[in-house]
């Protein structure tokens, strides 16, 4: 789940299971749905039980695989990685290649989420591309 997309049939067969268990019928009769769905998956503090919902999971598991890429650039996958992906530029604003591993396919999801909530700041600008960066948040 770390490193590859789920494909969204298996997170769907996976959050069946949990739903068979809680609701699910026994001998022909069925449980009563005593809490919704979109209840369940909320967070315990919001007053849910806390399930994963397994899409987002992956792809906070693959946004974390990104974000050690850019805060551990030494280590040997983040070189090899670099080498083959994007070896002049930067992860954050490189446009990468239409044919890629089913690896880094799965990490260029997780690096979607990271965009959106990466931020940085302009110090002395000389590291600034005025055409190239984002200078108003996406919604």
Known sequence: MSVFKLPDGVCET?????????????????????IAWEKLIKTKGTGGIGFK??????????ARQAWRLIVQPNTLCA?????????????????????????WRSIIRGLELVKRGVIWRIGSGEKVKIWRNNWLPKN
């Open 14 to 34: 996976l959050e069946r299971f949990i739903r068979d268990f809680w609701w699910g019928s026994k001998t022909g009769k069925r449980k009563v749905h005593w």
């Open 79 to 103: 070189k090899v990685l670099k080498a083959k992906y994007y070896p002049n530029g930067n992860l954050l604003d490189t446009v990468f290649p239409q044919i890629m591993s089913p690896t």
């Open 53 to 62: 919902d397994f899409n987002f999971f992956n792809q906070a598991m693959l």
